[in-house]
């Protein structure tokens, strides 16, 4: 059975940092693609940035690049978001997503972690 279990989230003021972390149960890790959404009060859930396993190629959206670093350790079947300079925007529950069958493109339909709160004051 597949579980994501995500931690790591928290309230930080702008400018600050913050790790998430995703623990994988039930994958075979490699050809997987891992990857974050992101949901704000009142709005859609949003990707915010995958990693896929099989060549460690990853994706960032636009108002992401630069701040956050998505990566992966195997050993571990865990992936990680780093976020550096956060901003109140970047506030929203944030899930873990995945895929066993690599698919990224699919990722809005693979399996979910129940979600981590990350605040952001200014």
């Known amino acids: 059975q597949v579980q994501l279990v995500e931690s790591g989230g928290g309230s930080v003021q702008a400018g600050g940092s913050l790790r998430l972390s995703c623990a994988a149960s039930?994958?075979?890790?490699?050809?997987?693609?891992m990857g974050w959404f992101r949901q704000a009060p009142g709005k859609e859930r949003e990707l915010v940035a995958y990693i896929y396993a099989g060549s460690g190629s990853t994706y960032y959206v636009d108002s992401v690049k630069g701040r956050f670093t998505i990566s992966q350790d195997n050993a571990k079947n865990s992936v990680y978001l780093q976020m550096n300079n956060l901003k109140p925007e970047d506030t929203g529950m944030y899930f873990c997503v995945g895929r066993s069958d690599g698919h990224c493109s699919r990722l809005r339909s693979g399996d979910w972690g129940q979600g981590t709160q990350v605040t952001v004051s200014s």
């Open positions: 039930g994958y075979t890790y490699r050809g997987n693609c």
